[in-house]
């Protein structure tokens, strides 16, 4: 592979523009933006034009027939993942899409199997797992688990209760065309009725990130024990044994993004605040607490720098790419996520 990855898009809406193409334009010394499959032309051109893709395309299947590349960011709606993922992995192209992965956990555990039946990196834009506040307390989590020098890890808590996630982007390019030719949604399991299905579209919507954080900051697979009615609040238990609960939407404030985890140890405890999603050079928040004859509190170290979780997915994707190394944030651990809203709805019934 040459030292500049060949990229092409997929999609050129406004997360496709404001989250995607713009933090690849950056990595001049990575990659090379080569060309733009979208299917509303006037948007296609202008926003080539911005970034200066010299290739446009109208549909995924041209851009793969056509387009020299060798990975594709493929940003659209999750319903519409069916529609193009076969494609690109079987067309031997490494691929990164948004969260979820899909609708369907069956689907999604197909397009894993076969990315790595192909060897292709397969990325799924879980990019809360990219912040550099959270790769701290990874690696903090990690240290004190193996070094038992502040005892066993005994409880994580998420609150998710923010509104505002774009927090005043810069403004992507619109034009007023429609869809000539829409395509098609992806069903969500036969198993659900109506009503179940909607829940589980608002879960895997709205609050898949913190499910799959969950699993990344404990280093764990964990099962649901019990959901609540309202479909707000579940608790659950890790591998290990360690209880979990996640609190979801459970109030609204205006212009409020509130993303906080709270992870304990016998013997000390961190917080996490994530910041909104669109929010630039903004890492989490980190304070920590330990317990050393006296209880001490610490921020976050301030060698750690500003920066952006989807320009560190970007760069994430293309070192992946280049070293052909497994990403942390794999379509095989997005499968997972589908299973554990899955059983919350079976739980909900």
């Known amino acids: 592979m040459a030292d ?27 990659c090379e933006l080569v060309a733009l499959a979208e299917i509303r032309p006037k948007l296609a051109r202008r926003v080539a034009d911005r970034y200066g893709i010299a290739e446009v395309y109208p549909d995924h299947t041209a851009l793969l027939e056509s387009a020299d590349v060798d990975a594709v960011v493929a940003i659209m709606g999750y319903a519409l993942h069916h529609n193009v993922v076969p494609d690109i992995l079987n067309a031997g192209t490494h691929l990164l899409t948004e969260k979820p992965i899909g609708c369907r956990a069956d689907a999604a555990e197909s397009w894993a199997k076969l990315a790595r039946d192909k060897g292709l990196v397969y990325l799924v834009g879980y ?50 065309e429609g869809f000539d030719k829409p395509l098609a949604a992806e069903p969500f399991p036969e198993k659900f009725d109506e009503e179940q299905a909607q829940l589980y579209n608002t879960q895997i919507n709205f609050y898949v990130h913190q499910v799959n954080l969950i699993r990344f900051l404990v280093g764990e697979d964990y099962v649901l024990d019990f959901n609540h009615p309202s479909g707000k609040t579940f608790t659950a238990t890790t591998e290990s044994g360690t209880p979990i609960v996640l609190e979801m939407g459970i109030y609204e404030l205006n212009q409020s993004w509130d993303e906080i985890y709270h992870i304990c140890f016998e013997g000390a405890d961190i917080e996490l605040r994530l910041p909104a999603p669109l929010h630039k050079q903004q890492n989490g928040e980190v304070r920590v607490r330990r317990n050393t004859g006296e209880t001490r509190e610490e921020l976050c170290p301030n060698i750690i720098p500003p920066s952006w979780s989807f320009f560190e997915q970007a760069k994430g994707f293309l070192e992946c790419v280049q070293s052909g190394r497994a990403p942390h944030d794999s379509a095989g651990d997005a499968v997972k996520d589908l299973r554990i809203f899955e059983r919350q709805v079976e739980l909900s019934s």
């Not at 500049?4 to 950056?26: E, P, S």
């Open 4 to 30: 500049k990855i060949r990229l092409g898009f997929i999609g050129a809406g406004g997360m496709g523009q404001a989250a995607h193409i713009h933090n690849y334009a950056q990595l001049t010394d990575m």
């Open 127 to 176: 990019m809360k797992r990219w912040d550099l506040g959270v790769r701290y307390v990874v690696d903090l989590i990690t240290r004190w688990r193996a070094s038992g020098e502040y005892g066993k890890l005994t409880y994580l808590r998420c609150n998710m209760s923010g509104t505002d996630w774009t927090w005043n982007p810069e403004d992507p390019l619109f034009t007023d």
